[in-house]
T-cell receptor, first 117, second 111 residues
Framework: EAQVTQNPRYLITVTGKKLTVTCSQNMNHEYMSWYRQDPGLGLRQIYYSMNVEVTDKGDVPEGYKVSRKEKRNFPLILESPSPNQTSLYFC????????????????FGEGSRLTVL | RKEVEQDPGPFNVPEGATVAFNCTYSNSASQSFFWYRQDCRKEPKLLMSVYSSGNEDGRFTAQLNRASQYISLLIRDSKLSDSATYLCVVIDQTGANNLFFGTGTRLTVIP
């Protein structure tokens, strides 16, 4: 079954305690992306990757890091989480479209709800 | 100015009603258009693409108006199960990271 898997699905942590949210896809997609979703603000892109070892900042990258060492995995790292990073996070993947970017069909993980106290 | 704008709603409609949402986009060179559906606390899922000639999938009709730079989604005979947030997505040519989401329109269908 084609899917994007995120872990953990729910996490409560404290300010400053490093955490990693993993994302894995089994569709051999080149393009992967992380979004956060907050009430009234919609989906905002954090980082994206167009292929292995190719990552770039989205609209709200501050406080986050990513890596793309393998095609299937795209972990999101919060080195020192702060309460303003409390949010619902989605990982998504897509086969390549225009200029290597995503096609219109993004496959999303189920989301990771993070609370930073 | 945002790339893509939607009326956030909420739209509260009775079962059986017809409801329409619009989504405007700012880049006249935008190439591709889509509607996604997101249920509460779930991930967004592709509902349908929007073709230049308009397209229909059962009770759902999507249309594109390039002159006025908007796309629309029409839902006929609304069901309770249509209650969700509908997100429009626009892809343009300005760069490789070229997919933009609207903030979504919340629909609640009332019995």
């Amino acid at each position: 079954e084609a899917q994007v898997t995120q872990n953990p699905r729910y996490l409560i942590t404290v300010t400053g305690k490093k955490l990693t949210v993993t994302c894995s896809q089994n569709m051999n997609h080149e393009y992967m992306s992380w979004y956060r979703q907050d009430p009234g603000l919609g989906l905002r892109q954090i980082y994206y990757s167009m292929n292995v070892e190719v990552t770039d900042k989205g609209d709200v990258p501050e406080g986050y890091k990513v890596s793309r060492k393998e095609k299937r995995n795209f972990p999101l790292i919060l080195e020192s989480p702060s309460p303003n990073q409390t949010s619902l996070y989605f990982c998504a993947s897509s086969s390549p479209g225009l200029a290597g970017g995503p096609t219109g069909e993004l496959f999303f993980g189920e989301g990771s709800r993070l609370t930073v106290l | 100015r945002k790339e893509v704008e939607q009326d956030p709603g909420p739209f509260n409609v009775p079962e059986g009603a017809t409801v329409a949402f619009n989504c405007t986009y700012s880049n006249s060179a935008s190439q591709s258009f889509f509607w996604y559906r997101q249920d509460c606390r779930k991930e967004p899922k592709l509902l349908m693409s929007v073709y230049s000639s308009g397209n229909e999938d059962g009770r759902f009709t999507a249309q594109l108006n390039r002159a006025s730079q908007y796309i629309s989604l029409l839902i006929r005979d609304s069901k309770l199960s249509d209650s969700a947030t509908y997100l429009c997505v626009v892809i343009d040519q300005t760069g490789a990271n070229n997919l933009f989401f609207g903030t979504g329109t919340r629909l609640t269908v009332i019995p």
